[in-house]
């Protein structure tokens, strides 16, 4: 049983459950990087404020480091002798 923290909650599991659980939320945050940034643009250029969805769009570009680190930290364990 393996354990590791994400947003302030642990998630507890089997190695291969918490990487699969760490690359479905790696793969959601990259898949809201693009479409948050393909929606300021197209915002921005109508003229709207994207005040909102910029500072949402620097939280998931500060959280997709995390949770590549937290994957990578979960791999580097295992490997330990």
Do not use: F, N
Not at 5 to 34: C, F, K, N, S
Request: contains cysteine; charged residues 25%.
């Amino acid at each position: 049983m393996y354990a590791t923290e994400r947003a302030g909650q642990v998630m507890t599991g089997t190695q291969d459950e918490i990487l699969e659980a760490l690359d479905r939320r790696i793969v959601e945050a990259e898949a809201q990087v693009t479409a948050l940034a393909a929606a300021i643009a197209g915002l921005t250029k109508a003229g709207c404020d994207t005040t909102e969805a910029a500072a949402l769009l620097r939280d998931y570009q500060i959280s997709l480091p995390k949770l590549h680190r937290q994957r990578w930290a979960l791999l580097a364990r295992a490997l330990k002798p």
